[in-house]
């Protein structure tokens, strides 16, 4: 597992070096482990946290950690891909979004997505979701889902 985050966190780490080769990042294992750490005591609270490593303009690399359901979103101009480090989830992603509210950003928000398509993530699980695309993750009572999302500007 360590191996895949590092070369998640590689990958886009050189697509910055290719935006800005003065830079490099990289986030190291314990690094990482501290904001899940973090995210967690948000989750606790609000049923998701979470924190940004880093924005390099077309794209940010963030930690996310969730307790309970998220509601609808669509975003209108950014791609999610995720990386499942622990947890579990369903994800249902097209469909129609249930009393939609479309923000300035472009950003849709709602309850829920009907009729929709389920799968079942679990760690290592890497996804990609589309611009425009419906999406919500359905967490299992009593567990904490942990992964590490790369939103990239489309």
Same mark, same amino acid.
């Given at each position: 597992?360590?191996?895949?985050? !590092?070369?998640?966190? +590689?990958? !886009?780490?050189? =697509? +910055?070096? !290719? ?38 303009? /077309? ?9 309970? /359901? ?8 950014? +791609?999610?891909?995720?990386?499942? +480090? ?44 589309? =611009? ?10 009593? /567990?904490?889902? /942990? ?8």
């Amino acid at each position: 597992m360590k191996r895949i985050i !590092a070369t998640l966190l +590689a990958f !886009a780490a050189t =697509a +910055a070096t !290719a935006q800005s080769p003065k830079s490099v990042d990289v986030f190291s294992a314990d690094q990482i482990k501290h904001q899940f750490a973090q995210a967690l005591l948000q989750a606790n609270q609000k049923g998701s946290g979470g924190s940004v490593l880093a924005d390099y303009g /077309n794209h940010d690399m963030r930690v996310s950690t969730r307790t309970a /359901n998220g509601g609808a979103e669509v975003h209108a101009h950014f +791609a999610d891909v995720f990386y499942v +480090a622990s947890g579990y989830a369903t994800l249902i992603t097209g469909g129609t979004v249930v009393d939609p509210t479309t923000k300035a950003n472009g950003e849709t928000l709602g309850k829920s997505i009907q009729n929709g398509v389920s799968r079942k993530l679990g760690p290592g699980d890497f996804v990609h979701i589309p =611009a425009g695309v419906p999406h919500q993750l359905l967490i299992p009572k009593g /567990n904490v889902f /942990n992964y590490l999302v790369v939103k990239v500007h489309e």
